[in-house]
C-alpha cells in the first residue's frame, strides 16, 4: 500500500515569507508527527496528532510555527515569517495509533534564502 | 528530557564481515528502542525495535540487545551486504505506557560497506 507521502520534495522561500508542508499519512493511521532534521543530525521532535487534536506540540521552536489536521488525516506544517535556520528536512510520520511503530516519508527539504 | 548518544559516528566495513553500532539513553523511564536506517534523500525506515521486556531481538541477519541496567542499546549486522550502505539512527522513547510520539534520536552512523 502507499506510505506516507509528503508535498512538496524541495521548498525554496525567501526569508520572511509565509510557507506550508503537507503530509498524506498512511490510511487508517490515527497518530501523526512531525519532525525536522538538520544536515547531519537525527530527527527532532515538533508535533503529535491524535485524531484531529494536537496531543503533544512542545517540540516547535516558536510561535512562527503552527499545524493543523482538521480531518484527522491530511496534516500542514505551516511557518510564518521564516527565517534562514528554519532550512532542514522536515518529516511527517504516521502510526496506527499512538503506541504503535512510526513509518515516517521522504521528507520537504526547505531551503530559505 | 531523554538524551540519547550514539557511536560511532561513522564505520566501515568488508563486506561479508560485522557492524557493530552503540546507544546510550539517560531517562531510565524509556522502554521502546527502535532502530532507523536512512538513504540518501529517503525518510528513515524502521528496521528493528525492542521494548525493555526483552534484553535481545533477532530479524534475520540483523539484531538488537538492550541493557536497561546500564542504559545502552545496540544493533548489530552480521554477513554485511553493499545494500547495507546507510546512516542508521537509534531512538528511545517512554513507548507504550504514553505512546511513540516522542522519539529521541541518536546523531547517526553513517555504515559503509567495503566491497
Known amino acids: 500500500g502507499a506510505g506516507v507521502s509528503q508535498t512538496p520534495s524541495n521548498k525554496v522561500t525567501e526569508k520572511g515569507k509565509y510557507v506550508e508542508l503537507r503530509c498524506d499519512p498512511i490510511?487508517?493511521?490515527?497518530?501523526l508527527y512531525w519532525y525536522r532534521q538538520s544536515l547531519g543530525q537525527g530527527p527532532e521532535f515538533l508535533i503529535y496528532?491524535?485524531?484531529?487534536?494536537?496531543?503533544?506540540d512542545s517540540g516547535l521552536p516558536n510561535d512562527r510555527f503552527f499545524a493543523v489536521r482538521p480531518e484527522g488525516s491530511v496534516s500542514t506544517l505551516k511557518i510564518q515569517r521564516t527565517e534562514r535556520g528554519d532550512s532542514a528536512v522536515y518529516l511527517c510520520?504516521?502510526?496506527?495509533?499512538?503506541?504503535?511503530?512510526?513509518?515516517f516519508g521522504n521528507g520537504t527539504r526547505l531551503t530559505v534564502t | 528530557g531523554e538524551n540519547v548518544e550514539q557511536h560511532p559516528s561513522t564505520l566501515s566495513v568488508q563486506e561479508g564481515d560485522s557492524a557493530v553500532i552503540k546507544c546510550t539513553y539517560s531517562?531510565?523511564?524509556?522502554?521502546?528502542f527502535p532502530w532507523y536506517k536512512q538513504e540518501l534523500g529517503k525518510g528513515p525506515q524502521l528496521i528493528i525495535d525492542?521494548?525493555?521486556?526483552?534484553g535481545e531481538k533477532k530479524d534475520q541477519r540483523i539484531a538488537v540487545t538492550l541493557n536497561k541496567t546500564a542504559k545502552h542499546f545496540s544493533l548489530h549486522i552480521t554477513e554485511t551486504q553493499p545494500e547495507d550502505s546507510a546512516v542508521y539512527f537509534c531512538?528511545?522513547?517512554?513507548?507504550?505506557?504514553?505512546?511513540?510520539?516522542?522519539?529521541?534520536f541518536g546523531t547517526g552512523t553513517r555504515l559503509t560497506i567495503i566491497p
Open positions: 496528532f491524535q485524531g484531529t487534536g494536537a496531543a503533544d
Open positions: 531512538a528511545a522513547s517512554l513507548g507504550s505506557n504514553f505512546g511513540n510520539e516522542k522519539l529521541t
Open positions: 531517562d531510565s523511564a524509556s522502554n521502546y
Open positions: 510520520a504516521s502510526s496506527v495509533e499512538g503506541g504503535s511503530p512510526l513509518h
Open positions: 490510511s487508517g493511521h490515527t497518530a
Open positions: 525492542i521494548r525493555s521486556n526483552v
